[in-house]
């Protein structure tokens, strides 16, 4: 039988955007533990454990947990739905970081703007969230020839998704956050282009 060589991964499905904000989430991590919420397979958990990072990581799908597990075993992952109360630390506190990459576009606005509230109250005064958000220009992943369930709101073979313009992302933090840092970026990360907000907020104290 003829095998095929392993073959790295094709620079293309790499995509370290978490790295470039490490140096941002590390003094607020030093005596703090970070959230990470809708973990995914646990790519980015994996990074933040590896940067020395007390990481509890939320994740809705048990597969998806079990391989979180896998990659990042110094991470706690906790099958648990976003919408459900927040764990605190185990130390006790508050969260000195929260990263949410490609997981607050799942529920109506009323209940995101209720979830990003749980999220900041979560957080000690000053730390940070970093998120990454569909941008209503991710038209190769759903921005466009859905059904629209409320304004950037699609169903996507019967699941909800929603894609945030820049109004959209200044309304969702115009209360308790300084935006620090807020991107368009692309993504080359699901082969075809990905259009998305990069954002990092401090919430206020
Ligand atoms: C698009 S993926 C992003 C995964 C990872 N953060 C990344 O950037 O690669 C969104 C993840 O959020 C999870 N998710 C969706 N709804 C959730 C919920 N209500 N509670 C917890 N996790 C949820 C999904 O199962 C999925 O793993």
Redesign the pocket.
């Known amino acids: 039988m003829r095998r095929l060589a392993r073959l790295p991964l094709p620079h293309m499905l790499h995509d370290p955007w978490l790295d470039r904000w490490l140096t941002v989430i590390a003094p607020h991590a030093r005596d703090a533990a970070v959230l990470e919420l809708?973990?995914?397979s646990g790519?980015?958990t994996a990074t933040l454990t590896a940067a020395g990072f007390d990481v509890i990581a939320?994740?809705?799908?048990p597969a998806?947990v079990s391989r979180a597990r896998m990659r990042a075993p110094k991470a706690q992952v906790l099958c648990?739905?976003?919408?459900h109360p927040l764990p605190s630390p185990i130390s006790g506190g508050k969260f000195g970081a929260i990263i949410a990459?490609?997981?607050l576009h799942?529920f109506p606005w009323e209940e995101t703007v209720r979830l990003v509230a749980r999220v900041r109250n979560a957080l000690r005064p000053s730390a940070v969230l970093v998120c990454r958000l569909n941008s209503t220009e991710d038209r190769h992943f759903g921005a466009v020839g859905h059904r629209e369930i409320e304004p950037n709101y699609y169903l996507l073979n019967g699941s909800p998704k929603r894609f945030f313009d820049e109004a959209a992302i200044d309304r969702l933090f115009s209360e308790g956050w300084r935006i620090q840092s807020k991107a368009h970026v692309i993504t080359h990360k699901y082969v075809l282009p990905k259009a998305l907000w990069e954002v990092v907020l401090e919430r206020d104290a």
């Open positions: 809708g973990c995914g790519h980015d939320l994740e809705i799908d998806s648990r739905d976003l919408l990459s490609l997981s799942y």
